[in-house]
């Protein structure tokens, strides 16, 4: 859209306005959008697509307008300048979910809208590997009855209770506080990682 010989500007203004009357409680909120553009050349023609000023106004009442509502407004005000809706969606959600929000704020609203935390999800991740090493390691007991020696699947599920649920090196176990190498054991398979004898839950020494 823009070509570079012009001079894109922009104003935006954000008032909101307040008046009490006795017993009448009046509120609006306006939000007015400016642009204009400047051509640098002498013969100066606006491209056919773009409007050489656009001046808009937003108005709404807002008495009784609830957040939902107010951010819905807003929507409409980023979508007239020219944003899209998915940054529009990015922007409301960095607002809510972001590094400065308490984690506990945060669930709130996920638990709302919904929403799975990761570190939720890495719990739900490591309770059903869980059960995945446990049925296999079950399954191939039914398959070999007679096997004298543990099957490999029911080493790895000891293995991984060894671990205590948590795989060396994962996300999950690092935050429980794993020391662990991380890199060496992403290239290594699911069952056989590398594990650090100073790791207070992996480094046990028997
Ligand atoms: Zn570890």
New binding site residues.
């Given amino acids: 859209m823009a070509h570079d010989p012009l001079i894109f500007q922009s104003r935006g203004l954000i008032v909101g306005t307040y008046k009490s009357r006795t017993m009448t409680y009046t509120a609006k909120l306006k939000v007015s959008f400016d642009t204009e553009w400047t051509p640098s050349y002498s013969s100066g023609m606006y491209d056919d697509e773009t409007l050489p000023e656009e001046h808009y106004t937003f108005e709404i009442p807002c008495e009784d307008i609830n957040t939902i509502q107010l951010f819905r407004f807003f929507g409409t005000v980023a979508r007239s300048m020219g944003h899209n809706e998915i940054g529009i969606m990015k922007g409301a959600c960095s607002l809510a979910f972001n590094d400065m929000r308490s984690e506990e704020d945060m669930k709130k609203i996920a638990y709302e809208f919904d929403l799975k935390l990761s570190e939720e999800y890495s719990k739900e991740f490591a309770q059903m590997q869980d059960e995945i090493y446990d049925l296999k390691a079950k399954l191939s007991r039914c398959q070999q009855p007679e096997n004298p020696q543990y099957t490999d699947e029911e080493m790895d599920a000891m293995t991984y209770q060894e671990w205590n649920g948590v795989v060396?090196?994962s996300p999950e176990?690092v935050e429980k506080g794993?020391?662990?190498p991380v890199m060496d054991n992403e290239e290594m398979s699911e069952e056989r990682k590398w594990?650090?004898a100073d790791?207070p839950?992996?480094?046990k020494v028997k």
Avoid: D, E, F, R
Wanted: proline share 8%; charged share 10%; glycine share 16%.
């Fill in positions: 060396p090196g176990a794993c020391k662990c594990v650090n790791c839950l992996h480094g």
